[in-house]
């Protein structure tokens, strides 16, 4: 089985900037892939962002593209998602996922944590 726990949610005002973590616990995930889900009041979960084991496949949903960078800590079986040029429609909670093949769809990951809030004031 596998944990994640994310940490570093918060409120912030627009245009500002917030650092996601989650870091993995229990079995390996070598092969894995990690990333980033959010969910805002009233609308369905959302992918986000998502990267490879070995950091070389990456993808992002085209509204945090050049504003939002994925990373990972392959060491430290942590993933961060550091999120600038904040907006207020980037107000969700957002939750860390893992899972074996690079995908859009929710379920195709098997993990999900319990979910951070990011709250962006305009």
């Known amino acids: 089985q596998v944990q994640l726990v994310e940490s570093g949610g918060g409120l912030v005002q627009a245009g500002g900037s917030l650092r996601l973590s989650c870091a993995a616990s229990?079995?390996?995930?070598?092969?894995?892939?990690m990333g980033w889900f959010r969910q805002a009041p009233g609308k369905e979960r959302e992918f986000v962002a998502a990267i490879s084991w070995s950091g070389g496949s990456i993808d992002y949903i085209d509204s945090v593209k050049g504003r939002f960078a994925i990373s990972r800590d392959k060491a430290k079986n942590t993933v961060y998602l550091q999120m600038n040029s904040l907006r207020p429609e980037d107000t969700a909670v957002y939750y860390c996922?893992?899972?074996?093949?690079?995908?859009?769809?929710?379920?195709?990951?098997?993990?999900w944590g319990q979910g951070t809030q990011v709250t962006v004031s305009s």
């Open positions: 229990g079995r390996t995930l070598s092969s894995s892939f």
């Open positions: 996922v893992a899972g074996y093949r690079l995908s859009v769809v929710p379920a195709s990951y098997n993990y």
